[in-house]
């Protein structure tokens, strides 16, 4: 049974990086049926996209974020990443790491829990 | 850049049916946008119910369907519970590995 879990600090300054780590369980974060992604939803407000990676191939981003954002893949410990630079208050937020099924279509398939994010001095 | 657009809000009565819907703001809905749904209930995971417009992600009751409606995603929940109480999310696939949210639509049962 996969399962994602979220994790990092829950409350980072302003102009600094949010660093958050999916570790991935029953499932291997190389298999090629998949690829790996993050989304956020900030206080009050509906879920954004942020980006995805997919092993072994690239990586892609929301334009509006793709500036500030870094998605990597950590195989040795079935780990997925993201960075996140220069935030602001606006980047508050529930973060997700969730997988995505590849194939004849796509779709987010297994959710994390979710990990709060605050950002404030 | 793309916008999705979902209702901000739905009420329905228990054992009533409901039908929320999906838009692109530019160009034709595809099924190569593979629109798919969710279910977000604060505290816990998101759950995925519907993918590729219409299959029905697993364990999910055959009350939720998904299907197009003109050039909408829609989802229909026939015969609504007091748990379905919860906001829905479609997403779409714009191509080039980017996907767009819809704002989201809060559903209450009374």
């Known amino acids: 049974h996969l399962q994602l879990q979220e994790s990092g600090p829950g409350l980072v300054k302003p102009s600094e990086t949010l660093s958050l780590t999916c570790t991935v369980s029953?499932?291997?974060?190389?298999?090629?049926?998949?690829?790996w992604g993050w989304i956020r939803q900030p206080p009050g407000k509906g879920l954004e996209w942020i980006g995805s990676i997919y092993y072994n191939v690239g990586t892609y981003f929301n334009p509006s974020l793709k500036s500030r954002v870094i998605i990597s893949i950590d195989t040795s410990k079935n780990q997925f990443s993201l960075k996140l630079t220069s935030v602001t208050a606006a980047d508050t937020a529930i973060y997700y790491c969730?997988?995505?099924?590849?194939?004849?279509?796509?779709?987010?398939?297994?959710w994390g829990q979710g990990t709060l994010v605050s950002v404030s001095s | 850049q793309t916008v999705v657009t979902q209702e901000p809000s739905f009420s329905v009565s228990p054992g009533g049916t409901v039908t929320l819907t999906c838009a692109l703001s530019s160009g034709s809905l595809s099924t190569t946008n593979y629109p798919s749904w969710y279910q977000l209930t604060p505290g816990q995971a998101p759950r995925t119910l519907i993918y590729n417009t219409s299959t029905r992600s697993s364990a999910v009751p055959d009350r939720f369907s998904g299907s197009i409606l003109g050039n909408k995603a829609a989802l229909t929940i026939t015969g609504a519970q007091p748990d379905d109480e919860s906001e829905y999310y479609c997403v779409m696939s714009m191509g080039s590995g980017i996907w767009v949210f819809g704002g989201g639509t809060k559903l209450t049962v009374l």
């Open positions: 969730a997988r995505v099924s590849r194939g004849s279509y796509s779709f987010f398939d297994s």
């Open positions: 029953g499932g291997s974060i190389r298999s090629t049926s998949y690829y």
